[in-house]
């Protein structure tokens, strides 16, 4: 059972550049997170989706698209990578349903993004 | 003042011994509460969710003061794989979506 899976697992760009961060989960899981983790500080929401064809904002939305054609990929994208953007990303996903009760979060391994 | 605030730390307690964190959180309305462990350079996980009543799991406790909005994790017989940052982790919903991270108390455990 692979989870949460994150690609690539580190990136350098140059300003300027575009990118798209993959994640996928396997678990059937209803809910995606996008997360931005910089050093020392707690983690970021950037967007999230409630399903398929749905997705919304977090705290931090700014410079970043997502997309959610399908129950298991919410890719992140970087149309103009800049250095506030370097960080280590991290997607995440958990089931929320009826009598659902605390269902963790689970999180990728992680995306270390370096802006140049 | 952050939604969300931890001592950074970091704690450095011998093996064996026992820590206490304490975080508090801004919002009132917050309805869930969790522990979360992060190791260096790896992806949160999931320690305990946090019940009014308080709760134990194992070496564990934590325990949640709505009146003072805190919520605190009490770490006995501390181990060698002890050793990580918790965050403390707040969501405003009975669930687990919009959740709100601490930045996180480093707690090394010392042979």
């Known amino acids: 059972n692979a989870g949460v899976t994150q690609t690539p697992k580190f990136r350098i760009l140059k300003i300027g550049q575009s990118m798209t961060l993959q994640c996928t989960q396997d678990?059937?899981?209803?809910?995606m997170y996008w997360y931005r983790q910089d050093p020392g500080m707690g983690l970021k929401l950037i967007y999230y989706?409630?399903?398929?064809?749905?997705?919304d904002k977090g705290e931090v939305p700014n410079g970043y698209n997502v997309s959610r054609s399908t129950t298991e990929d919410f890719p992140l994208r970087l149309e103009l990578a800049a250095p506030s953007q370097t960080s280590v990303y991290f997607c995440?996903?958990?089931?929320?349903?009826?009598?659902?009760?605390?269902?963790?979060?689970?999180f990728g391994d992680g995306t270390r993004l370096s802006i140049l | 003042r952050k939604e969300v605030e931890q001592d950074p730390g970091p704690f450095n307690v011998p093996e064996g011994a026992t820590v206490a964190f304490n975080c508090t959180y801004s919002?009132?309305?917050?309805?869930?509460f969790f522990w979360y462990r992060q190791d260096c350079r790896k992806e949160p996980k999931l320690l305990m969710s946090?019940?009014?009543s308080g709760n134990e799991d194992g070496r564990f406790t934590a325990q949640l003061n709505r009146a003072s909005q805190y919520i605190s994790l009490l770490i006995r017989d501390s181990k060698l794989s002890d050793s990580a940052t918790y965050l403390c982790?707040?969501?405003?919903?009975?669930?687990?979506?919009?959740?709100?991270f601490g930045t996180g108390t480093r707690l090394t455990i010392i042979p």
């Open positions: 946090v019940y009014s």
């Open positions: 995440a996903s958990s089931y929320h349903g009826q009598g659902a009760g605390d269902q963790p979060q689970h």
């Open positions: 678990m059937n899981h209803n809910y």
């Open positions: 919002n009132s309305a917050s309805q869930s």
């Open positions: 989706s409630v399903g398929a064809g749905i997705t």
């Open positions: 982790v707040v969501s405003p919903n009975f669930g687990n979506e919009k959740l709100t």
